[in-house]
């Protein structure tokens, strides 16, 4: 019996007013929801716990596990206060940057981030307001920065800051951001994102001030490009975040850099996600324009495990459409994608991983005998190792631990499901799948998982089950 075709490229849905309820979220994990995501850069502490509340009320209703994840502000670099909350700049204007609150003078542009002032040099540029003013450092003044517009324009107070290429020395975790994280753990969110991810060493921060907690890298800072290999391996997943990459990369820079952050993700096993603007135009209309769907087919097609709704969902008019249209574009990619002969040569490299090599026969096995794959973990590593050969048929995963269910939503193929009975031995890991795969219709399954299960050890074992009439 050959398995009906099921999407394996997840769907993230960011949470807000235009989905507030359990009803709501309900619709939107029934037309393809996997992950919601708590933008914590707006609203308070009560707004989402209610969502989380409501979140885990529309995960029972539909019967699957949910992942959850708390999108930390980061540090967010803003202007200080200008005289009469903006200011008229012309080209021959210089001004001069220094740290503080707030400013009299309308050729001081007071910067409430000494660390950013003290760190720019001569020829480094400025992006304001997401780019609509763009300043030049020309020379100093003292420890203080004199800079020069591009072109003629408006500085309005708190308006984003930005200093591409130029590793600002500033904490990766703000004292909101901890608030907002011990909070969100308490809450039971299932991964935490830092943004503004610039070096491997505020993945390590996280990790030192939530030990154990899984951690998903927005990369959205060029200077994280420069040590990409080494932020990856401290993540547990990655966020290709185009919004702020595009302000601070030039436009025909975004596309290699989403490419080379979705390849380096999946060499490492990791789960990776490409946010921001993907279906932008439903904000206000009922379907998107065909450069937004060919922009998720691309997603698609680089192998991503996840693609991201925003603003779309969170206070669009059309939340419930996005995700139907969104699903309906990653069902046809995938469904009429040839087979890709060098993605299986990449399958092929050599390694001395027992466990490596055991996902990749399971995975090959499932594919030649065009049957179910079930992978019996506790840690989801084992569901995570096969997922990145990515095989074309679905990835059961069961697992006791909720926990581990609900982050596996996030995982490229994976249907992660619970079995409630701890296993001894082999002999119950095929009782609980012959029980779960029984009500599925199915014959034949491949069966992988690490024996003894008990020890914790890698993926070892694989057995193919073929069920008698």
């Known amino acids: 019996m050959t398995e009906r075709f099921i999407r394996r490229t997840k769907i993230v849905a960011t949470l807000g007013p235009a989905t507030e309820g359990a009803l709501r979220m309900e619709e939107l994990l ?28 529309a995960e029972q209703a539909v019967g699957r596990p949910l992942a959850i994840f708390a ?35 309308p050729k001081i542009v007071p910067v409430p981030h000494p660390e950013l002032v ?30 020069k517009p591009v072109a003629p324009g408006k500085l309005k107070s708190r308006k984003g800051i930005a200093a591409p290429n130029r590793p600002i020395p500033i904490p990766a975790l703000t004292d ?39 951690v998903i890298a927005k990369i959205e ?27 601070e990369l030039s436009p025909e820079q975004v596309p290699i850099a989403q490419r080379r952050i979705i390849r380096t993700a999946r060499s490492a096993g990791k789960p990776v996600i490409v946010a921001t603007h993907m279906l932008e135009s439903m904000i206000e209309s009922p379907v998107p324009t065909r450069a937004e769907a060919n922009d998720v087919a691309t997603a698609v097609y680089q192998g991503a495990d ?19 249209i969104m699903d309906r574009i990653i069902t046809a990619i995938e469904s009429d994608r040839d087979d890709d002969a060098s993605d299986y040569r990449r399958r092929e490299t050599p390694t001395n991983s027992t466990a490596v090599a055991c996902a990749r026969a399971a995975a090959k096995l499932a594919d030649e005998l065009d049957c179910p794959l079930v992978v019996f973990t506790r840690s989801g590593a084992s569901a995570q190792r096969v997922s990145t050969i990515r095989p074309r048929r679905r990835i059961h995963a069961l697992t006791p631990n909720l926990d ?59 057995k193919v089950v073929e069920r008698k009439a």
């Open 221 to 247: 800072k060029p200077a994280a490009l420069e040590e990409l290999d080494a932020i990856v391996d401290l993540a547990d997943a990655i966020m290709v975040a185009r919004g702020d990459l595009g302000v």
């Open 404 to 462: 581990t269910a609900r982050r596996l939503a996030l995982v490229w193929g994976i249907m992660p499901d619970i079995e409630p009975r701890e296993p001894q031995s082999f002999d119950d890991i095929l009782d609980s799948v012959m029980k779960h795969e029984a009500s599925g219709g199915m014959d034949r399954f491949v069966i992988t998982a690490g024996y003894p299960y008990a020890s914790d050890n890698s993926t070892d074992t694989i």
């Open 118 to 147: 003290g760190a720019l040099q001569l020829g480094d540029k400025l992006l304001i307001d997401d780019g609509k003013m763009i300043l030049h450092v020309v020379g100093h003044r003292g420890d203080d920065p004199i800079c």
């Open 306 to 324: 996840a693609v991201m709704l925003s603003a779309e969902s969170a206070v669009g008019r059309h939340p419930t459409a996005a995700v139907a």
């Open 176 to 214: 909101k951001d901890i608030a907002d994280a011990k909070f969100a753990l308490e809450q039971g969110v299932d991964y935490l994102a830092l943004s503004f991810v610039q070096r491997a060493s505020d993945i390590a921060l996280v990790r030192e001030t939530f030990p154990g907690t899984p």
């Open 30 to 57: 029934s037309s393809g929801v996997n992950v919601f995501r708590l933008n914590f850069s707006h609203g308070e502490h009560e707004e989402h716990a209610r969502r989380i509340r409501d979140a885990r009320a």
């Open 71 to 105: 999108d930390l502000q980061g540090p967010k670099l803003r202007l200080g206060d200008l005289p009469g909350g903006e200011v008229e700049v012309r080209m021959t204007t210089e001004l001069l940057l220094k740290a503080g609150e707030s400013s009299d003078d």
